[in-house]
């Protein structure tokens, strides 16, 4: 075997036993900075409009602050497996801001993701020349003990529990964030949603659906204990979806919230109380006491149920934010051949370079139809 061939088949290996062992396989090759082996087309120039508000950053070649409070602050998650998606939602973002200068992205990368944060972060850079944002990096030891077996063994990873621990890993003069999830596009500007009021003492906003079912979201015997379940006693709970959230950080952090949440992940590794991932402990401490945003920012379901990921329709209403919450992800379901109608919704966001997926195929490296996303 020559040496581009055994390189090839260590970084086969690497993008196969990452995506199930991110921790030990990126150890096991210290040293090899593994780098997407997806290409991204440049987005187009966006910039604010005459209407906007003036700001000095916007010379050539500077960026905005990350602790300047007249921005739009916009924290999501940044992996080598969502990163296609992380890219598309970035991309409607600013599509449909009217001042999308006025953005700050703040990336949440895993310490031990296949691609470093350093390689994710000039990967946004060239995609979003002009893009204000900053990467940070979470450390997954600090929750990976708490985290129990789920339904889906995604809602295991542990950057799905980092928006617990935004109060701790953003700067602490960020007092807002919009949280969203990277598998969604923003259709209608994201300024509306920041505008959002967090009245009294709320902390976060959200869409609630309180026709669902809210029992089915933890066991009978959480139930069955009343101790447990007098959480509830004093509030009204509605399931509420945690990819699309307005956060008040200072609230947060005076609050210890993110300890709350742990309180209640780590009697979940004692006594079995729900089945999901990072959602439970959120309604747990906050279903029934959130600020109620309109639906339309989150039309979520689009990605099936966590089994079978079937297709859905969309709600009924209008739509602001479309969200493939769910097994189903819209730019898998497309290069299978396979999309639900939803899908193509998605499609004019995605910046993939598609001649570089098919100069990789014509060159081989793609074996048996499977892309290992690493070089």
Known sequence: MNGGAALLCVAFLVSVFGCLFPTLAIRSFPGKEL????????????????ECPSRRHFHEGTFADACDASLVHIAMTLDSEYLRGSIAAV????RHAP????????????????????VLTQLVRSTFPSL??????????????????????????????????????????????????SDLVVVDDVQKLWETPLTGSRVIGAPEYCHANFTKYFTDGFWANPVLSRVFRSRDPC??????????????????YRRKIENWME????????????????????????????????????GGDNVRGSCRPLHPGPVSLLHWSGKGKPWVRLDEKRPCPVDHLWEPYDLLNHSNIRRVVAEGLLGGGRSSYFS
């Open 239 to 256: 399931y509420f979806n945690t990819g699309v959230m307005v956060m008040d950080l200072e609230r947060w952090r005076e609050g210890n």
């Open 91 to 94: 991309h409607s973002v600013l």
């Open 132 to 181: 204000n944002f900053k990467v940070y990096i979470f450390r997954e030891d600090t929750v990976i003990n708490l985290i129990s077996s789920s339904v889906r063994q995604a809602l295991e990873n542990p950057l799905n529990y980092a928006r617990n621990y935004l109060g701790d890993i953003l700067d602490p003069c960020v007092h807002r964030v919009i949280y969203l999830d």
């Open 267 to 302: 009697l979940q590794k004692k006594r079995r109380i729900y089945e999901l991932g990072s959602l439970p402990p959120f309604l747990l401490v906050f279903a029934g006491d959130i600020e109620a945003i309109d639906h339309r920012w989150n039309q979520h379901g689009l």
């Open 99 to 118: 001042c999308p200068d006025s953005m700050f992205f703040h990336f949440v990368s895993a310490e031990f993701d296949p691609v470093s944060p350093r």
């Open 35 to 50: 780098t997407p082996n997806l290409r991204f087309s440049e987005a187009p120039e966006y910039r604010n409009g005459p």
